[in-house]
């Protein structure tokens, strides 16, 4: 059947050559397999031939993407969108492969180019048709996308008749429609809470939306301006794409372009595997990460009880450089998807990988599919990054993704650090603490939603040499903004009473992790207004390295029947200031003796009511640290005090620094009673310190006696079932009697197991990234 043309089969021939698109992919995918280059390009003829032309065609190709990028961002009426940057443009080869992209939210170099591909192996040419003109609208996190909220619109390039490519365009809407306000909602335990799903629609015909989606999306959702002016965003630029490659074709020739788009994916590959051989060592890099999902909780209402636990997701990462500068990414032992939402997709967890070492191992605007030939991934099918079960929620995936993506991120860092590459040393990712979500009729009586995005701009890890940067980046979004006070609270019903550097927020080290931030927020003039913290606050989610702490862990507040309103009329004091230690409560002193305040670990909520002069503090988390904190320059402690970065206590406690405070409040730390107090510290290190044998002896009795928390138990039993390799291991490192074993059966919590997972095969194919083993 494979080997009929289209035209044998009753199939448009889109790309004039006899094929369908399917066996057009089919094709390539198996020269690439059978020589290793991409589509079996072993040498890069055109570059060779014409490197002129074909660096004439990459600047202005490149360059029309972030124009377009740029030019779009300025429709855009969503702060997410304008302010932040959440969105990018990709340009495709006919076989969904990417060929360059702009700057921006480049995670989705993947996501869209599996919804192409998706509608590839789906004949989508056939039904609903592929025609010049067309637009296609995807979000479906079964295929490939990180979370609902991500929307795409994907254009076809015709050139003379046949298909050349496809543009695509993603940005990150503030709402969805779901059970919850706000784009990542809480409180759904699957997919049938997340709110509209989109599976790689026509939604326009001749280059027009069409009457019937215009209508339903925008009546499916709470913030109807908002969605139409983000999808005019997308058009816009997918079409000002679509004429810079129409303009190209028309200038240097199909034949060109053509052997162009597949050579600088080829040149991606190898740029890979070069950089992989300048900067790494070789070896086999073992990490972990993990997060906590504390649902058994009053203030999570969920829409089922299977998800009523508290459970903590498990991220092995085995990252293997081969000296041929191949490379293998194994997560083998992460454990099994649940019923929350924050499972992702393999795609979604794949695409992350490259927002991060773009900037890092492969800074360069040549970063496209190349990348992922060049990559092979072992993910299993089961667990929380590649479900095998189509109910699955993925609202908030980046919840465990930041995380998860930090084994990799250290990996890396430690092979940099041994090649000497010391500034590319990044200790690890900072993960959003709150995430303000929530939504109502908002101050101009209109049905709202918000997400503050500020948490494009965590503090970030430190690097071998220097400090990471406060307040100023996030590891996932490649231009980390905190957005414009103004902005925000045009957008959202809330009142800003501060905005603050978060004391102690970073990592200690050697060289500190970048501090977080703070916003003290207070509802003002909203209706029916319900908010919930989006968040982790009970477990540290990364670590340092070489001795660098982790970040502070988060918490929340929250506080309710306030005397804020009294207290403005009458001039009285206010909230203002930094919650800089929340053992030494601040806020509560000025919010009245009938204020109900909610102050804990509980980062994870679903929605709860908010009056008018209730607050909302949302706390963005701070990077981990590098190095011994005993090793930090005392002039460094000195600035972090009196900049207020790490609090007094924390300073004598872990720098092991002697500090004295002048009558103007100014801190100085005493060089030479430090370095006899920080030998003192040493000392003690030593006297309280355990020899390895005896602490493994120790450990493994409580492994063998299972003796651990229900939760550290529930995590390792759903990887134990889905990988008996990751089992077996374990097994043996800690060489354990052959009859033990920890099933879910005996922990007394709502399991999953092989017999209940819903057979995929019923459904429409899925297949997206070639490279996956699952």
Known sequence: MNKMSAKEMGMPDLLGNGKTLK?????????TKETGFYNGLETLAFKEADP?????????????????????KKIAASPIVEQEGELCFTLYNAAGDCILTSTGIIIHVGTMGAAIKYMIENAWEVNPGVNPGDMFTNNDCSIGNVHPCDIATIVPIFWEGNLVGWVGGVTHVIDLGAMTPGSMSSGQVSRFGDGLQITCRKTGANDVPLRDWLHESQRNVRTPKYWILDERTRIAGCHMVRKLVEEVLAVEGVDNYLKFADEIIEEG???????????TVPGVYRRVSFVDVPYDHPDMSLASEFGKLNSIMHAPCEMTIRPDASWKLNFEGASRWGWHAYNANHVAFTSGIWVMLTQTLVPTARINDGAYYATQFKIPKGTWMNPDDRRTAHANAWHFLVSAWSGVWRGMSQSYFARGYLEEVNAGNANACNWLQGGGINQDGEVHAVNSFETAACGTGACAVKDGLNHNAAVWNPEGDMGDIEIWELAEPMLYLGRNVKSNSGGYGKFRGG????????????????????GNGYMNSDWGLMGGYPSATGYRFQAHKTDLEARIRDGLSLPLGADRNPADAQYEKHLGADAKIKRDKQCTTTEAIFENHDLYLNYLRGGPGFGDPLDRDCANVETDLNSRFVLPEFAEKVYGVVIAQDSDGIWSVDVAGTTARRQQ???ERIARAMPTRDWMKQERERIVTKTASVQVR???????????????????FWNLPADWDLP?????VP????????????????????????
């Open 23 to 31: 066996q057009h992919r089919d094709a390539m995918l198996a020269r």
């Open 52 to 72: 002129i032309t074909y660096e004439k065609l990459f600047s202005r190709i490149r360059g029309g993407l972030v124009h377009a990028r740029e030019t779009a």
């Open 269 to 279: 590959r190898r740029g890979l595997q070069l950089r992989l051989k300048a900067m």
């Open 515 to 534: 501090c977080g931030f703070e916003t003290l927020r207070m509802v003002w003039k909203a209706q029916d207004w319900t908010m919930f913290f989006s």
């Open 681 to 683: 510290v040493r000392k």
């Open 714 to 732: 529930h995590m390792f039993a759903t990887s134990f079932d889905l990988s008996a390799k990751f089992k077996e291991e374990f097994k043996t």
């Open 744 to 748: 879910e059966s005996e922990l007394g």
């Open 751 to 774: 399991s999953f197991g092989s017999k209940h997972r819903m057979d995929l095969s019923k459904l429409p194919d899925v297949r997206t990234v070639v490279l996956v083993e699952e």
